[in-house]
């Protein structure tokens, strides 16, 4: 079984638009289901494409299988198969030995900025960076699927 474990923090964007960053990758995704129990999205880059299935959060836990498809089958699937939507464009940073993924919200969700750090386990311990602000792990509206629904703008 797949684990994906991962805490997620909102980011002060006046503190992240002074730091250095990499090329970022955009990414359009969009949901085929986004039931409270499980998620199965289709995710497009430039480059690369990915079907990815999500069951339900015990925690900060939850199982993931993540496999690539196609991106031709990704643009199909995203253009005829999904129901919500949303764009983004997300950076990678290294911080204090580990990875962290920060993504910049466009389109209906623009202004909104969300960091997600993902552990070997639940008791991990880890740095933040200064960037970091306010945890909001567990929280629904924070959740890629419920952003395509509910987006950021209609808060």
């Keep these: 079984m797949a684990l994906e474990i991962e805490r997620k923090f ?19 995704q969009a949901y085929l289901v986004t039931d409270p129990d499980k998620t ?7 480059q690369e494409a990915f079907l990815t299935i999500k069951g339900k959060s015990e925690g900060v836990t939850r199982q993931e299988f993540e ?24 950076y990678k940073i290294d911080f204090a030995g580990k990875t962290w993924e ?24 880890f740095e933040l960076p200064n960037w970091v602000t306010e945890e909001v792990t567990g929280q629904e509206k924070y959740y890629n ?5 509910k987006p950021f703008k209609d808060w």
Excluded: H
């Design 102 to 125: 920060v993504d910049e919200f466009a389109g209906e969700n623009e202004g909104l900025i969300v960091a997600e750090i993902e552990l070997a386990s639940e008791a991990e311990n």
């Design 145 to 149: 699927s419920q952003l395509s629904v």
């Design 67 to 90: 496999y690539k498809i196609p991106p031709e089958d990704a643009q199909e699937l995203l253009d005829n198969f999904t129901v919500a939507g949303l764009i983004k464009t997300r």
């Design 40 to 46: 199965i999205r289709v995710r497009l880059t430039d």
């Design 10 to 28: 909102l980011v002060d964007k006046m503190v992240w638009e002074k730091q250095k960053k990499p090329t970022g990758t955009f990414f359009r």
